[in-house]
């Protein structure tokens, strides 16, 4: 005699597990796991910081390189150094050209094109140690001390919205526009 499996059996057991298996899977869909809060919009709003070249996503707010000081000697000297000489290569502000010998400094006066993309990378990245803590206003006499600094503005310009995206930066034409290039 030979035994025959019971491959039906089988097939119909494999089908219910299955089966549970889907639906117990679309239930889970349609619950959730209870973790976290949901996103609001203002929530979003925390992502959304970027400042283009134009001045468009500035914040109200207003500043001058006089009171930025007191904010760039807590928040920002312990890496930037006293005036902007920097700890490192890479946290130099101040100085730099372009235009030298060997491989260029590449500092907030000598290589970027924008103002407002200092107040974009300040509002976004700064302090190192406490990305986005710093208010607009404090934003903005952060941005006015570096360009004071770097002998941009005078130390009471008032620096804002308005008057930021009309800051002409020393290499504001070292850039090419490539963006409509494919």
């Avoid at 976290?36 to 970027?50: E, H, S, Y």
């Avoid at 890479?90 to 290589?111: C, D, K």
Wanted: charged share 20%; with cysteine; aromatic share 6%.
């Amino acid at each position: 005699m030979s035994r025959k499996s019971p491959l039906p059996a089988r097939l119909a057991l494999l089908l219910v597990t299955s089966l549970a298996a889907i639906h117990t899977g679309m239930a889970a869909d349609n619950e959730t796991p209870g973790l976290g809060t949901p996103v609001t919009p203002a929530d979003l709003a925390q992502f959304d910081l970027i400042v283009e070249p134009d001045g468009a996503g500035l914040p109200a707010g207003a500043g001058t390189a006089m009171a930025g000081e007191a904010v760039f000697r807590s928040r920002c000297q312990s890496c930037h150094g006293e005036s902007g000489e920097g700890r490192t290569s890479a946290t130099v502000l101040v100085g730099g050209s372009m235009q030298s010998e060997g491989p260029p400094l590449r500092t907030v006066g000598s290589y970027w094109p924008h103002a407002t993309t200092l107040f974009d990378f300040i509002r976004r990245a700064m302090p190192a140690d406490a990305p986005k803590s710093l208010s607009a206003s404090e934003v903005y006499q952060v941005t006015a001390y570096v360009l004071y600094l770097n002998g941009i503005v005078a130390r009471d310009e008032v620096i804002d919205a308005d008057t930021l995206p009309a800051i002409e930066m020393p290499n504001r034409d070292g850039f090419v526009d490539q963006s409509h290039l494919q």
